[in-house]
């Protein structure tokens, strides 16, 4: 009996070992898209913690689910994925800490929606050509979005609303290292913040969009401190209705706390505040062809040189 009982013991510490590896390698995966392979489907047999790593040109509109936790989506710098629906994102994200890196991402609605108090870091894609906004940030969820061009989509390229949060081109709080991301000729503007939502904006190229550079309105907030806010198509920076901004502290040097700059002057004004709105912080070098700044009624201009 007592044999018996050792030999059933190894062996069922020997599976258990087995079925841990076994475990531990089903936490990645590889997909190759094709017409009966789509990241919808492989999404469902993710694991938390897991990696779905992806390559070729996946035709679909991906919604990850609430239920969805803690899991990669890896383009690798080579996968594609174009949403066919231009009713819906490409990207629906509902779940909490999920990752988008590494993917060329096309049509849909927005490319990447976060919403449903989804939560997201978004690092390392090419967002463009979309039927309306790049990224959309919604509905009390939040996004780290890093190290992305986001481009040439039909309206903004970065919105952030509805009580929602985002960090874009910082990582992490108090990380001394930018994660620029560049944000360029989209249809409307580059960033907007809106509707009692927040955002941290640091060291990203924010230029030759066709209205603003970055909007805070609707009673909403931003840090926005070491970028280059040039060239877009009316003001670098609009404040309207009630919101407050910061463009870097008036005494640091961390990178949080350096002013904007426009290599190339916006089209009108560096800064205008209509409406009610505080801008606070540094100047710097933030201008446009009708000068730095323009406050309005109900207005407060705290900022400093």
Do not use: Y
């Given at each position: 009996?007592?044999?018996?009982?050792?030999?059933?013991?190894?062996?069922?510490?020997?599976?258990?070992s087995?079925?841990?590896?076994?475990?531990?390698?089903?936490?990645?995966?590889?997909?190759?898209?094709?017409?009966?392979?789509?990241?919808?489907?492989?999404?469902?047999?993710?694991?938390?913690?897991?990696?779905?790593?992806?390559?070729?040109?996946?035709n679909?509109?991906?919604?990850?689910?609430?239920?969805?936790?803690?899991?990669?989506?890896?383009?690798?710098?080579?996968?594609?994925?174009?949403?066919?629906?231009?009713?819906?994102?490409?990207?629906?994200?509902?779940?909490?800490?999920?990752?988008?890196?590494g993917?060329?991402?096309?049509?849909?609605?927005?490319?990447?929606?976060?919403t449903?108090?989804?939560?997201?870091?978004?690092?390392?894609?090419?967002?463009?050509?979309?039927?309306?906004?790049g990224?959309?940030?919604?509905?009390?969820?939040?996004?780290?979005v890093?190290?992305?061009?986001?481009?040439?989509?039909?309206?903004n390229?970065?919105?952030?609303?509805?009580?929602?949060?985002?960090?874009?081109?910082?990582?992490?709080?108090?990380?001394?290292?930018?994660?620029?991301?560049?944000?360029?000729?989209?249809?409307?503007?580059?960033?907007?913040?809106?509707?009692?939502?927040?955002?941290?904006?640091?060291?990203?190229?924010?230029?030759?969009?066709?209205?603003?550079?970055?909007i805070?309105?609707?009673?909403?907030?931003?840090?926005?401190?070491?970028?280059?806010?040039s060239?877009?198509?009316?003001?670098?920076?609009?404040?309207?209705?009630?919101?407050?901004?910061?463009?870097?502290?008036?005494?640091?040097?961390?990178i949080?706390?350096?002013?904007?700059?426009s290599?190339?002057?916006?089209?009108?004004?560096?800064?205008?505040?209509?409406?009610g709105?505080?801008?606070?912080?540094?100047?710097?070098?933030?201008?446009?062809?009708?000068?730095?700044?323009?406050?309005?009624?109900?207005?407060?201009?705290?900022?400093?040189?």
């Amino acid at each position: 009996m007592e044999k018996k009982q050792k030999i059933s013991m190894f062996l069922s510490a020997t599976l258990g070992s087995f079925l841990m590896v076994a475990t531990s390698g089903a936490a990645s995966s590889q997909l190759t898209c094709g017409d009966q392979r789509t990241i919808g489907d492989a999404l469902r047999r993710l694991r938390p913690g897991g990696t779905l790593f992806v390559s070729g040109t996946c035709n679909e509109n991906v919604v990850i689910e609430e239920q969805v936790q803690n899991v990669t989506f890896d383009g690798q710098g080579v996968a594609t994925v174009s949403g066919p629906d231009t009713t819906a994102p490409t990207f629906s994200i509902r779940g909490r800490g999920i990752t988008i890196k590494g993917f060329t991402i096309t049509g849909g609605d927005s490319g990447i929606t976060v919403t449903r108090s989804g939560n997201a870091i978004i690092d390392g894609n090419i967002i463009q050509t979309t039927g309306d906004n790049g990224i959309t940030v919604t509905d009390h969820s939040s996004a780290r979005v890093v190290n992305n061009t986001i481009q040439n989509n039909a309206s903004n390229g970065v919105v952030v609303s509805q009580n929602s949060s985002a960090r874009i081109g910082i990582l992490i709080p108090d990380d001394p290292v930018a994660s620029p991301n560049t944000i360029q000729g989209n249809g409307d503007s580059g960033v907007v913040v809106t509707r009692s939502s927040s955002a941290v904006i640091i060291g990203n190229r924010i230029n030759n969009n066709v209205v603003d550079g970055v909007i805070a309105v609707r009673g909403s907030q931003a840090d926005i401190a070491s970028n280059d806010i040039s060239g877009n198509g009316r003001h670098g920076i609009f404040i309207n209705l009630n919101s407050v901004v910061n463009l870097g502290n008036d005494t640091g040097s961390g990178i949080e706390d350096l002013p904007n700059t426009s290599t190339v002057n916006n089209a009108s004004f560096g800064l205008l505040c209509v409406t009610g709105g505080v801008a606070d912080g540094r100047l710097g070098g933030l201008n446009g062809n009708n000068g730095p700044t323009s406050f309005g009624i109900g207005c407060i201009n705290s900022l400093s040189p």
